[in-house]
DNA sequence: TCAATGTATATGACGCGTCATTGAATGACA
DNA sequence: TGTCATTCAATGACGCGTCATATACATTGA
């Protein structure tokens, strides 16, 4: 049977979905059309950026985002590939990686954050 | 320069974000475990059902979610396949169709949404 | 009545995320 | 030290959503 409470759930779901979708297409769409990024690929060199000083191992970013595992190295890939971050080796576990943000990675960083909080503000009021 | 308000804006939406993905991903997977279907595959027959009475033209389904327009006639697609909707034709203007649940659609809807509102009261408090 | 324009849905190419698996390195413990 | 289980990351197959278009029908207005 279908509860006050019930409709409440779903408005309130339905609220969530729409604030998720809606800024984050935004984002998107402008750090695409702006920098040649999507949002994704921000919201990692946004986490590489803040952990900068304690080297940020791969699995420390997994930790911090919904994204996958494999999601987060695919992510990587293409960041790396831009030119944004590198991948170096990690002497004390062979297994894991360090990241690090490149020059661009940083320049690019610093202006498309500014961008990114702009439409934050726009979009969650 | 990064303000406070900058972080707030962050860690809200990083918490919206956190709302979004884990209760999205625990409902589709308990809609496909047992009822074998996804979660936007929910939403629409959830969004059918709701607007019965008044028949529900695909064109008034998009106006209702975030998704594309053309994500929702593929979800249709599979909904129909799976026999859980039927698209008909409209006699006012060809162009539109009209959708309805089927039996088993009907069926399927009342069961899952019991899980769908136990998940969300689950996830979002 | 005939363009020209607008609107409702479908479709195909494409990119990305996920799942399952793999490979490599480590740890645990007899 | 030699197995066996565990952990970190990468990869390939696959499904789904998106964008740009196509198609069919409708509407407007000369």
């Not at 779901?13 to 059309?33: C, H, K, P, V």
């Not at 950026?49 to 695919?74: D, H, I, Y």
């Not at 690090?100 to 960083?109: I, K």
Request: proline fraction near 1%.
């Amino acid at each position: 049977m279908a509860t006050t409470r019930d409709r409440q759930l779903v408005e309130q779901w339905r609220s969530i979905q729409n604030s998720y979708f809606r800024t984050a297409g935004a984002i998107d769409r402008a750090l695409e059309a702006k920098f040649d990024i999507g949002l994704n690929e921000f919201e990692i060199l946004d986490l590489v950026a803040e952990s900068e000083e304690s080297a940020c191992r791969m699995k420390a970013l997994g930790e911090r985002t919904p994204m996958t595992q494999s999601a987060v190295s695919k992510v990587v890939d293409r960041l790396e590939k831009a030119g944004l971050v590198s991948r170096q080796t990690c002497v004390d576990d062979r297994r894991s990686l360090f990241l690090e943000l490149t020059e661009a990675g940083r320049a690019l960083h610093s202006s498309a954050a500014v961008e990114h909080r702009a439409l934050l503000k726009e979009n969650l009021g």
